[in-house]
Nanobody
Framework: VQLQASGGGLVQAGGSLRLSCVAS????????MGWYRQAPGKQRELVAA???????NYADSVKGRFTISRDSARNTLYLQMASLKPEDTAVYYC???????????????WGQGTLVTVSS
């Protein structure tokens, strides 16, 4: 299973970006999906998560500004980011908890990361 993240870039404060993450390979079922981020010198932190039932969970720092969604038919995860702040600058990583085969255990997979830079 591979996760390919895209959509990062340079944006001014107050701007918007949309991140995408496509899962490919041997996939029987995708359970949780989500986005983490890691800023320079800081630990990786959860930004938002969305289980297979579609409920959502956000870090307090992004509530009301970011929206996570998923397209299960396309095995694709999205993160719509609005009202971006310089403190949102980080490498954003997508992850998926995937069951590759019907009788196999579920495994966490990570994307390669996409850099988001917000200028003031």
């Amino acid at each position: 299973v591979q996760l390919q993240a895209s959509g990062g870039g340079l944006v001014q404060a107050g701007g918007s970006l949309r991140l995408s993450c496509v899962a490919s390979g041997r996939i029987f079922r995708i359970n949780n999906m989500g986005w983490y981020r890691q800023a320079p010198g800081k630990q990786r932190e959860l930004v938002a998560a969305i289980p297979s039932d579609g409920t959502t969970n956000y870090a307090d720092s992004v509530k009301g500004r970011f929206t996570i969604s998923r397209d299960s038919a396309r095995n694709t995860l999205y993160l719509q980011m609005a009202s971006l702040k310089p403190e949102d600058t980080a490498v954003y990583y997508c992850y998926s908890n995937v069951r590759p085969f019907s009788l196999s255990p579920s495994i966490d997979f990570w994307g390669q990361g996409t850099l988001v830079t917000v200028s003031s």
